[in-house]
């Protein structure tokens, strides 16, 4: 079984990592203030980080990890005539 992504669902996750990058570069920018750096800046670049390789691992056409079954099946036309058959892996 091969797992691939619809145009859909590849295009939902580049808008969740765009907006997870606006997000954190919206958060980041304020008034300069003396004041030491906190979690929050390690928070939002960890959050980034893991969008954008979590995007990537979900892009990828790799097949998934598991046992595939692949066999020989029957194959019919719209009349239920028999043509001929078919490999078929699941």
Same mark, same amino acid.
Request: hydrophobic share 45%; aromatic share 12%; with cysteine.
């Given at each position: 079984?091969?797992?691939?992504? @619809?145009?859909?669902?590849?295009?939902? #996750?580049?808008?969740?990592?765009?907006?997870?990058? &606006?997000?954190?570069?919206?958060? &980041?920018? @304020?008034? *300069?203030?003396?004041?030491?750096?906190?979690?929050?800046?390690?928070?939002?670049?960890?959050?980034? &980080? *893991? *969008?954008?390789?979590?995007?990537?691992?979900? #892009? @990828? %056409?790799?097949? /998934?990890?598991?046992?595939?079954?692949?066999?020989?099946? *029957?194959? /019919? %036309? #719209?009349?239920?005539?028999?043509?001929?058959?078919?490999?078929?892996? /699941?």
């Amino acid at each position: 079984m091969e797992f691939r992504m @619809s145009i859909k669902t590849k295009i939902a #996750a580049v808008a969740l990592a765009a907006l997870t990058l &606006t997000g954190s570069v919206v958060a &980041t920018t @304020s008034q *300069a203030e003396a004041k030491p750096l906190g979690l929050g800046w390690g928070v939002g670049a960890g959050i980034a &980080t *893991a *969008a954008i390789v979590g995007t990537a691992i979900a #892009a @990828s %056409n790799d097949p /998934y990890y598991g046992y595939h079954r692949c066999g020989w099946v *029957a194959q /019919y %036309n #719209a009349f239920g005539q028999y043509i001929g058959r078919v490999r078929s892996c /699941y």
